[in-house]
């Protein structure tokens, strides 16, 4: 192959494991807006949460995997609460629990820079071997990344597609009422969705730590991107989310090779702008949300 | 209703409290105002300027203060946010009545600062590098005490190109900051024979360089020129390594500042890089550098006693300076208040240094036309996980005409 | 209480706010008058704001694009075209109104959530063309600009001086709050209300909700531009920051603290945010820590904000 088809390729994978982070975070977001209609303003600062606290668990228990495992019980126990007690009064107020949910982002960046500090910080990667991958010295982490992702998004399809749980989670995403009236105990649900979506951001943060850097503001443009990848795909359409998560990183990977950094940005946001227009539900959208 | 008039006046008594609160100070203290950026993107440098800026203080007080009075300092955060910094810097000097602002490592903060700084005729004092600072974006009550990016790439040219290579491709993080490194650096290699073959910009906060470095780093290429601080440096150094394992490096300003070298391993080794102030002691062992670190609390290899992390030395030596910039500018013009600011500004323009505790950097000054500090400067070079100085650069080798007269400027 | 009485006590409330300001100029001291000409050009933005959430319930995460529109449209045509400072607000207003009626027409159309996230992804596209076109904003460094004379016909006065500075911006949320009330007690207002309450509704009554969800999502852009331009003046400065998402987020977080759907309830909210912001700051650096605790706590007590909770008392 020609250096130039190489070079393509090796962005076209690249950004192919980036989508893979990008798609666990977004089919989280997509998972709370589907199940409770609202947009979780703080999914980006859960997952600046995950990677904060992973930077503490991971030399504290001396052992990465076993600081992903923690984290994760962490997270699920703050969410759980914070669903429950914090956003539950407003359900049924989009906008109000939407400013609720940017009062905690705001309580979550503070206590990450009271805590850690404002120096962006590199984390090791647990696993430091290294492929020799189309003319790059690849790390190794990130294809042991990309694999666990693909496991994981794998056992939310299961769990969603294949147990009586994911039956009843994917019932209320349809129709709330319904499901309700069917006699589901739509509250558990409610708990359960948020929290399952939160993990799955802060699972995402943890293992992105080693690969980007840990700031107390790296949540931001990561929920903006994911908040892109959902709506393009089409809110509430789980599948949609992953699939736009994988095409749109591959995309801006190919895209800014040719392009400076801002013009593929710009690039991307026309695109999508574009999409909206045709299909103002996404992709993927159903005619009736 | 009661309840209601109630609520709605409580606003208004806080604020009328916080008045009485200013009045009520005596005004014996000469006050330094800081606008410091506690959080947002520069809260790491917020919080070493702040803690080198107390000890400044509390070492002139120890002393007697500056002719006699005591050093009040007053900080504000500017949450990186050069909007936040104007409103900040109004509130010193309206409120908290300061006669002199420093800080803000932020270009923005300081551009949006200096007219502020004229309308409320208060000299200021801030730490960052862009060049228009002491450019067109200055006026008389500006100062530059920190080098600035022209100083630094002019100084840095002649001897890149004789020492590490011709050929050159510049790697720049996408802000105003990395911009002017990418072009002043393009013009003086240029200038001294050399040529950049390639620039490419990447976006601040990247974690993966290598799409914007596949294929562009060619082998005709002798060096790179790496704009990048922090753990965009990191990300870099490691994609770059990645790449073109062979090529030199030159890193801008401070960009090993911060940074444990034995860490990254081979990736940085044999890097260099410009600098004003030396990470390491050993590169720089004077006396009076040594007090210096030991008042901040720093020890020889640039780690924070107490916590054992790397300090941000970036511009601390700077502030530090400004504290006795500012202490050696009331002495010689005999500043008694607000009303003299004048007679300070033409003591400040042209004030010269001698190394000491008090300029721990080394011999200055402050050049009186565009109120930029005139300094030597260091090349550092990664040898076997450490830092050396490899090269100095004398003050006049950075030196360039100034771009504008401030001296011709009224008050 | 009835709805008139509610309405009646709002506006008193309102007319009190003004009067007291209009004093305030004459007896404050220099730094807690600087505090209140931000707090006076930060009520328009929040009010600007309150006619897209509070009125007609369209959650937008873009206001910043009006904002910075407004900032550059007066600092652009104070540096360029060399306008007077009127002119030159006008233009800031102009650049609020231009972009608020293609961007509303894209954007009003769609369906609640897709609006929130397809505003906040504009913005992010002018912040991010902001920062790059650094030959036409400053970018990140901004552009800082020296003011003219302040002519109203037979007199011309200093910006410079505080008082002018301050009564220039008094009078600009004076009438601000003039014309967007005449608006609101029009049919339109009215109307806008209907859509708040039923959007449905509105629709099944033969009313053109989407040509007025526009109107009002370009109204208050215009104001925001209005409110920039204001903020550029008496900082004497624009950047590329006032196109961050930044500033999309608080004008939401002033309105739902202060009361959203009264046009003036917003004033606390910024009033508020502003004293946390000049004094709480100087003393605990993690200021946005209580903010935040805050919000959650006003929205517990009442949905509808400090004045909500506090009209519903009595």
């Known amino acids: 192959m020609s250096e130039p088809v190489l070079t393509v390729v090796f962005l076209l994978m690249n950004g192919l494991v980036w989508g893979l982070l990008v798609a666990l975070i977004a089919l989280g977001l997509a998972l709370i807006f589907g199940v409770m209609g609202i947009v979780n303003m703080a999914h980006g600062d859960l997952y600046m949460a995950g990677a904060v606290l992973a930077f503490f668990l991971g030399p504290l228990l001396g052992h990465f995997w076993l600081g992903l495992l923690v984290v994760l019980f962490a997270i699920a126990l703050i969410a759980g609460p914070i669903e429950r007690y914090v956003l539950r009064p407003y359900e049924g107020h989009p906008s109000a629990t939407m400013i609720a949910t940017v009062g905690i982002s705001f309580i979550l960046q503070q206590l990450a820079l009271a805590a850690y500090g404002g120096i962006p910080k590199k984390m090791d990667p647990p696993w430091t071997a290294s492929f020799s991958l189309l003319g790059v010295d690849y790390p190794g982490y990130r294809l042991l990344v990309a694999a666990i992702s693909v496991l994981i998004l794998g056992a939310v399809w299961f769990f969603l597609y294949r147990t009586s749980m994911g039956i009843l989670v994917r019932a209320s995403i349809e129709d709330r009422q319904m499901a309700e009236a069917m006699g589901i105990n739509t509250s558990r649900i409610l708990v359960f969705t948020f929290v399952l979506g939160c993990v799955l951001a802060a699972v995402a943060g943890v293992m992105a730590a080693p690969v980007t850097q840990v700031s107390y503001l790296m949540g931001t443009d990561v929920a903006l991107l994911s908040f892109i990848v959902v709506i393009v795909g089409g809110l509430g359409s789980l599948a949609g989310a992953v699939i736009t998560a994988l095409v749109l990183c591959s995309l801006e990977g190919v895209l800014s090779a040719v392009l400076t950094p801002v013009q593929s940005k710009a690039a991307i946001f026309v695109l999508m702008i574009t999409i909206l227009m045709l299909r103002p539900r996404g992709i993927f959208g159903q005619r009736n949300g | 209703m009661k309840r209601l008039t109630f609520f709605l006046c409580v606003p208004w008594v806080i604020l009328g409290l916080s008045c009485f609160e200013v009045w009520a100070q005596a005004k014996e203290p000469i006050r330094v105002g800081m606008v410091a950026d506690k959080t947002g993107g520069l809260a790491a440098y917020g919080y070493s300027h702040e803690k080198t800026v107390k000890a400044a203080i509390a070492k002139i007080n120890k002393e007697g203060g500056i002719a006699g009075r005591q050093v009040e300092l007053y900080v504000e955060d500017t949450e990186s946010k050069p909007a936040v910094g104007a409103v900040k810097f109004r509130k010193l000097v309206e409120t908290n009545k300061v006669d002199f602002v420093i800080d803000s490592n932020s270009s923005g903060v300081a551009v949006a600062c200096a007219p502020v700084a004229k309308e409320l005729k208060t000299p200021y004092f801030p730490s960052a590098g862009a060049t228009e600072i002491s450019g067109d974006k200055g006026n008389r009550y500006v100062f530059q005490p920190c080098t600035n990016v022209r100083q630094e790439v002019k100084g840095i040219a002649r001897w890149a190109v004789e020492n590490i290579g011709k050929k050159w491709v510049v790697v720049v993080v996408n802000y105003a900051w990395g911009w002017s490194n990418q072009e002043e650096f393009t013009q003086y290699i240029t200038e001294n024979g050399g040529k950049v073959l390639e620039a490419i910009r990447v976006p601040l906060g990247t974690s993966d360089w290598l799409p914007y470095l596949k294929g562009k780093i060619t082998q005709e290429a002798d060096a790179v020129f790496l704009a990048a601080f922090g753990s965009d440096f990191l990300s870099a150094i490691r994609d770059i390594h990645a790449i073109r394992p062979d090529i030199k490096k030159l890193g801008a300003l401070y960009a090993l500042s911060a940074q444990d070298v034995a860490k990254i391993g081979e990736a940085v080794e044999g890097m260099y890089c410009i600098t004003s102030y030396p990470t390491y002691l050993a590169a720089l062992d004077t006396e009076a550098n040594k007090a210096f670190r030991e008042i901040i609390g720093v020890d020889p290899e640039g780690k924070e006693t107490g916590t054992g992390t790397r300090f941000v030395l970036a511009y601390n030596w700077a502030m530090w300076q400004t504290m006795f910039i500012i202490k050696h500018g009331i002495e010689k013009s005999g500043w008694k208040s607000k009303a003299d600011h004048p007679k300070f500004i033409q003591a400040v323009e042209g004030l010269q240094w001698k190394q000491g505790v008090e300029f721990p950097q080394g011999d200055g000054s402050i050049r009186a036309q565009d109120h930029l500090i005139q300094t030597g400067l260091y090349v550092e070079q990664v040898t076997k996980g450490t830092i050396r100085v490899a090269a100095r650069i004398p003050a006049s080798e950075a030196s360039y005409p100034p771009i504008v007269d401030h001296t011709r400027e009224g008050f | ?314």
């Open chain 3, 1 to 314: 209480m009835s709805w008139m009485n509610k309405t009646r006590l709002d506006k008193s409330y309102s007319l009190g706010f003004l009067a007291v300001l209009l004093v305030l100029g004459l007896v404050l001291p220099s730094g807690a008058r600087s505090l209140v000409v931000q707090v006076m050009v930060l009520c328009v933005f929040a009010m600007a704001y309150d006619i897209c959430l509070g009125f007609t319930d369209q959650c937008s995460l873009g206001h910043s694009v009006f904002f910075g529109a407004g900032a550059y449209g007066v600092v652009l045509s104070l540096l360029w075209l060399k306008l007077g400072l009127i002119p030159a607000l006008l233009a800031g207003l102009l650049a609020g109104l231009l972009l608020s009626v293609p961007l509303g027409i894209v954007s009003v159309r769609l369906s609640e959530a897709y609006f929130v996230i397809v505003t906040a992804i504009i913005s992010a596209i002018f912040h991010l063309l902001a920062m790059d076109m650094t030959w036409l904003t400053g970018g990140d460094d901004g552009l800082s600009v020296s003011l003219p004379k302040l002519s109203l016909g037979m007199v011309d006065l200093s910006v410079y001086d505080p008082h002018t500075n301050y009564y220039l911006v008094f009078v600009s949320l004076l009438l601000s709050y003039l014309v967007l009330r005449r608006i609101l007690d029009a049919p339109l207002g009215k109307v806008f209300v209907c859509i708040r309450e039923n959007e449905k509704r509105a629709l099944f009554l033969g009313y053109n909700v989407e040509w007025y969800k526009l109107a009002a999502f370009v109204i208050s852009g215009t104001f925001s531009g209005l409110a920039g331009g204001l903020y550029a003046v008496t900082l004497r400065y624009a950047s590329a920051d006032y196109f961050s998402f930044y500033w999309s987020i608080l004008p939401i977080v002033w309105c739902l603290i202060g009361g959203l759907g009264t046009l003036s309830g917003c004033w606390i909210g910024v009033l508020l945010m502003c004293l946390f912001q000049y004094y709480v700051s100087a003393w605990f650096t993690h200021y946005l820590l209580i903010f935040g605790v805050l919000i959650l706590v006003v929205l517990r007590a009442s949905r509808r904000g400090i004045i909500g909770y506090l009209m519903a008392r009595g």
